[in-house]
């Protein structure tokens, strides 16, 4: 186990500043020198149908504990410094920003490979489900095959 | 008693966030599964739904997962975040 994953990891209503984590995973770490972020915004639309918003809903507790997983095997995997996972939940409507991840390395591939492996696990792994708003009315979003192909590469 | 939990279009779909089971006749997730399958019509058919997932204590499991008196057990429909 880790430690201090509890700063590692936010599930938050609240929206998010990017300069501001980056700064954070940048404070007083002068041995990191690649930064990779991503962050994913909502859509205005999706399988056709034009999208007004996105709500999310999550299971607190095993939220917290598959991230916590998925980053100490990140950290096992590739040599890497700081990680960061934000995301939202609640209703977020289009462009708002819903999920971060960002990760620090000495060199980049680590921080652009442990970045996207985290991304791909949260996907998967992490307890959230999204409930699309469309003009045609709301329904719940399927899991995508595309998904769960992208996680089982790793 | 165990405590059972259901999330996002199984919660809807059941019209119950949460509910709690006596465990003496439960021993695995398999068990639970059918225990609440057998309350009627609508949870049957929600039931019949392979692609459900479960987790035990907050960590995803298979339904031969053993379970006991305390624990927490959910079920959810395939995860959709990120």
Redesign the interface.
């Known amino acids: 186990m880790t430690t201090n994953t509890d700063a590692e990891i936010s599930i938050q209503t609240a929206d998010f500043s990017l300069a501001d984590e980056v700064a954070l995973l940048e404070q007083d770490n002068a041995i990191d020198g690649a930064v990779v972020t991503f962050t ?1 915004r909502v859509r205005n639309q999706n399988e056709g149908k034009e999208v007004t918003s996105l709500t ?4 607190p ?2 939220t917290e ?2 991230l916590t997983k998925i980053i100490n095997t990140a950290k096992e995997r590739w040599r890497i410094g700081r990680v960061k996972v934000i ?1 939202r939940v609640g209703e977020l409507f289009i462009g708002e920003q ?2 971060f991840v960002g990760v620090t390395s000495k060199h980049r591939q680590d921080a652009f490979a442990a970045n996207e492996f985290i ?1 791909d696990y ?10 699309e708003s469309t003009k045609q009315g709301n329904h ?4 995508k095959t595309s998904d769960e192909n992208k996680a089982a590469k790793w | 008693m165990i405590k059972v ?1 259901f ?3 199984l919660r ?1 779909q059941l019209n119950c966030s949460e509910l709690s089971l006596n465990s003496d006749q439960l021993t695995t997730v398999a068990d639970l599964k059918t225990a609440l399958a057998s309350k009627d019509e609508n949870w049957q058919q929600v039931f019949a739904n392979n ?1 459900l997932l479960s ?1 035990v204590n ?3 499991v298979h339904s031969e997962q053993a379970i006991k008196s305390g624990d927490e057990v ?1 079920f ?7």
């Open positions: 994913g999310l809903e999550h299971y507790g095993m504990k598959s995301h819903i999920v991304m949260l996907k998967v792994q992490a307890p959230f489900w999204k409930k719940w979003l399927d899991a | 939990v999330f996002a279009a809807e692609a987790a907050h960590d995803m959910a959810f429909p395939p995860v959709t975040g990120g």
